[in-house]
């Protein structure tokens, strides 16, 4: 079949490529009709590995899609053929201890789509368990439903940090995952968001999201316009969707006593952290690595419109130019969020 495939750093072509996969029991085949261009996909693109992963074959890239079931295992109960769905990259082994205890994420055997050296989905066809496949409800759109995957970090980020109704919240960086975060800590039961930027498109478009008030940090001090609007006592919330050293000093410092922070972003190399900032406020650290089970909920809130990403899909490439596609994604302008490649 035809695919987007990354043979090396900087070397992507659409070529043919042969991808055996037989259709087990619980599978179901789906026809894949968008996939959005990720940062991580980029980033092999640009690098060829992130951290221990590293692009030693050919692979095929992609992992943020939905599409159509065109057929289903014998004993698939849950979906048919026509069924509008998404699907969830990572799959993990159901009978490994993290999974068995509910954190099937941080299952060391995880197949994740377009980490190598597993195939992504920039192609036709995928075989996928049907358990990691969800159906899209009516009024979401393919697009959207490939929007699933990034939002699923919001969601996952917002579920660690354990949101109270009335929280005030803070994100660090608007790039598609810190625009997610803003929409899932609202969904969530925030009050209000402040998020943070250099780029003022980016915050521009933040800010018709909802009640989200943009901060320029280059013009504009957040502490002092969070302290302002806290009465002096900080934000509940803050979530690091940028992971730059400096980001840690600035999430403590605007951090209401007893607060949480999350940390989304990953930084390139260790960063220095001071602890004793994070321990005169009783500070509460979460991490996150991807998530585990959010689609159903995510879908939910598409669904109702609490939860609407479509302004952030903001560049649309046909599959027969997605090496432009993802050229555009590595020098993107600071109006674009989300490109997407469609296929269907
Ligand atoms: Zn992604």
Redesign the pocket.
């Known amino acids: 079949m035809q695919a987007a495939v990354l043979e090396s750093v900087r070397q992507l072509n659409l070529r043919e490529i042969e991808i055996a996969e037989s259709l087990g029991a619980h599978d179901a085949r789906i026809r894949i009709h968008t996939v959005?261009v990720?940062g991580?996909d980029v980033h092999y693109y640009q690098h060829g590995a992130i951290g221990p992963f590293v692009v030693r074959a050919p692979m095929v890239l992609g992992?943020?899609a939905a599409g159509v079931v065109e057929e289903v295992g014998p004993a698939v109960t849950t979906l048919r053929a026509g069924d509008r769905v998404c699907m969830e990259p990572g799959i993990p082994d159901p009978n490994s201890r993290a999974t068995r205890l509910g954190l099937y994420n941080l299952d060391p055997a995880v197949r994740f789509w377009a980490t190598p050296p597993v195939h992504g989905c920039l192609r036709p066809t995928v075989v996928h368990p049907a358990a990691f496949t969800f159906r899209l409800p009516e009024n979401v759109s393919f697009g959207e439903g490939a929007m699933v995957?990034?939002l699923a970090v919001g969601m996952h980020a917002a579920g660690k940090a354990r949101l109270k109704p009335g929280d005030v919240a803070v994100v660090l960086g608007a790039g598609p995952i810190g625009m997610v975060t803003a929409l899932a800590a609202l969904a969530g039961g925030c009050s209000r968001v402040f998020i943070t930027d250099v780029q003022p498109p980016k915050l521009a478009l933040a800010a018709t999201l909802g009640p989200i008030a943009p901060v320029n940090v280059r013009e504009e001090n957040l502490g002092a316009m969070v302290r302002k609007a806290t009465d002096g006592w900080g934000a509940d919330v803050v979530f690091d969707a940028v992971g730059l050293p400096q980001s840690f000093a600035q999430a403590l410092d605007v951090l209401c006593p007893g607060g949480c922070v999350v940390l989304i972003g990953m930084p390139g190399a260790p960063v220095p952290f001071d602890i004793v900032a994070a321990q005169v406020k009783e500070a509460r650290i979460e991490t996150i690595f991807r998530y585990a089970h959010v689609y159903p909920r995510a879908l939910a809130l598409m669904g109702s419109r609490k939860i609407d990403v479509r302004p952030l899909i903001t560049d649309h490439y046909a599959f027969a130019d997605s090496v432009a596609a993802f050229d555009y994604a590595c020098h993107m302008k600071p109006t674009s969020v989300k490109v997407q490649i469609e296929l269907g």
């Open positions: 959005g990720c991580s992992h943020e995957e990034p």
